[in-house]
């Protein structure tokens, strides 16, 4: 079973930082792209931030050059650096990752998402 955990989230006043961590866990083969999204309840999940194998990145235009998605390929895990956090940007915050694994004794090449972190701004 593959797993992505999700942590970093909580509460910061307009303007302020946080840095989430997704962290991919089970038998994994291959970690192909990764990224986080965001959902607000009653709107639609929007793609954050992504980041493929070679380190290629993408971002939506709301967060860049206020955001930084990284990755640790040795530690199957990705990071999300929030400078200049805004109160619409409150949400919770979702890992997605394209992985290779094995299921009923064969290669496997699905999506995976994580529970989800909070993200609260507010003063």
């Known amino acids: 079973q593959v797993q992505l955990v999700e942590s970093g989230g909580g509460t910061v006043q307009p303007g302020g930082s946080l840095r989430l961590s997704c962290a991919a866990s089970?038998?994994?083969?291959?970690?192909?792209?990764m990224a986080w999204y965001r959902q607000d309840p009653g709107k639609q999940r929007e793609l954050v931030a992504s980041?493929?194998?070679?380190?290629?990145?993408n971002y939506a235009d709301s967060v860049k050059g206020r955001f930084t998605i990284s990755r640790d390929n040795a530690k199957n895990t990705i990071y999300l650096q929030m400078n200049g956090l805004k109160p619409e940007e409150t949400a919770s915050y979702y890992c997605n990752a394209e992985i290779m694994t094995i299921k009923s004794l064969r290669t496997a090449r699905d999506y995976y998402w994580g529970q989800g972190t909070q993200v609260n701004v507010s003063a």
């Open positions: 089970g038998l994994i083969l291959h970690v192909y792209t």
């Open positions: 980041i493929t194998s070679d380190n290629s990145t």
